[in-house]
Nanobody, 129 residues
Framework: QVQLVESGGGLVQAGGSLRLACAAPGRTWSAYAMGWFRRAPGKDRVFVAAISRSGSTTNYADSVKGRFTISRDNAKNTVYLQMSSLKPEDTAVYYC??????????????????????WGQGTQVTVSS
């Protein structure tokens, strides 16, 4: 399994921006499709965004489409989630994950937590109104 470490969370006002990063030091990073999920207080972990191995294909939850951008730098073994126009309802712990299929399943199909095998510890994002 890939060990993942998220960073970049924090407290931001509504309308602001944050960039999350997820690193996997020392692993074959480009062999995996990657995803971001989030868990709001009292709710289940839900899909946010996913990106293909090469970074050429992405998919987003409707709730973040147009506001969040997922990207990756395979040379740095890092995937990013740029979050803009943040809303209080974006408050959650954000997790990155690597897929179970070696990037062979279409990105549009990778929306369930069960599709991902390795997870980071999460980073808290709090958006104040």
């Amino acid at each position: 399994q890939v060990q993942l470490v998220e960073s970049g969370g924090g407290l931001v006002q509504a309308g602001g921006s944050l960039r999350l990063a997820c690193a996997a030091p020392g692993r074959t990073w480009s062999a995996y499709a990657m995803g971001w999920f989030r868990r709001a207080p009292g709710k289940d972990r839900v899909f946010v965004a996913a990106i293909s191995r090469s970074g050429s294909t992405t998919n987003y939850a409707d709730s973040v489409k147009g506001r969040f951008t997922i990207s990756r730098d395979n040379a740095k073994n890092t995937v990013y989630l740029q979050m803009s126009s943040l809303k209080p309802e974006d408050t959650a712990v954000y997790y990155c994950a690597s897929d179970k299929f070696g990037g062979t399943v279409p990105i549009a199909a990778l929306t369930r937590t069960a599709d991902f095998g390795s997870w980071g510890q999460g980073t808290q994002v709090t958006v104040s109104s």
